[in-house]
């Protein structure tokens, strides 16, 4: 079946503009977790959804980001006035359920270049 | 804070050997342990997961071994192709939701 899809697959935008990436989760997948990965390093959790709600947004750095899961199914990860730092490739996964015991499935993720 | 890291960053292993890979964990908390692999311009995906309740599991020529008492993850390939070329992270769960990685160990296989 098709796995967790992210658009688009590479952005590059100017420092200050507003970007907005998106996240099609594996269907019938009620959680969904934006990371996002530095070069060279592990992917960072930003923000947990279980169902339309933000369970966990912990992970987010300020208050430029912020995401949203209207329906239940696609999220959107906003970013306002962009900075060069934001720059990092921005990985979506979903699981069956949210929890510890289940698999998290990522998508290719969407590579930010802020310049 | 508490992390995950690994401990070396590069390994580098002949085609038809096995392979190791080593994880620190600090969180004793952590209760639920992954090995992701993940190749350029991809996420990273699923190998094998242990929980702390564990010390082994076996899978398709990967091994997970836990021990707890030293906060050590280790991931084993057995027979070392070169399609297991890849970055490999450990990630713990202890939170319920959110997944802490380490910093990855690239492997090189050389035919």
């Known amino acids: 079946g098709a796995g967790v899809s992210q658009t688009p697959s590479n952005k590059v935008t100017e420092k200050g503009k507003y970007v907005e990436l998106r996240c099609d989760p594996i269907s019938g997948h009620t959680a969904l977790y934006w990371y996002r990965q530095s070069l060279g390093q592990g992917p960072e959790f930003l923000i947990y959804?279980?169902?339309?709600?933000?369970?966990?947004d912990s992970g987010l750095p300020n208050d430029r980001f912020f995401a949203v899961r209207p329906e239940g199914s696609v999220s959107t990860l906003k970013i306002q006035r962009t900075e060069r730092g934001d720059s990092a490739v921005y990985l979506c996964a979903s699981s069956v359920v949210g929890g510890e015991a289940y698999e998290q499935y990522f998508g290719p993720g969407t590579r930010l270049t802020v310049t | 804070g508490e992390s995950v890291g690994l401990h070396l960053p590069t390994l580098s292993v002949q085609e038809g050997d096995n392979s190791i890979i080593n994880c620190a964990y600090s969180?004793?908390?952590?209760?639920?342990f992954i090995w992701y692999k993940q190749e350029s311009g991809k996420g990273p995906q699923f190998i094998i997961d242990i929980r702390s309740n564990m010390d082994k599991r076996q899978g398709q020529r990967v091994t997970v071994l836990l021990n707890k008492t030293v906060k050590h993850l280790s991931l084993q390939i057995a027979a070392t192709q070169p399609g297991d070329s890849a970055v490999y992270f450990c990630?713990?769960?202890?939170?319920?939701?959110?997944?802490?990685f380490g910093g990855g160990t690239r492997l090189m296989v050389k035919p």
């Open positions: 959804f279980q169902g339309t709600g933000a369970a966990d």
């Open positions: 990630a713990e769960n202890n939170a319920g939701n959110m997944l802490t």
């Open positions: 969180n004793s908390a952590s209760d639920y």
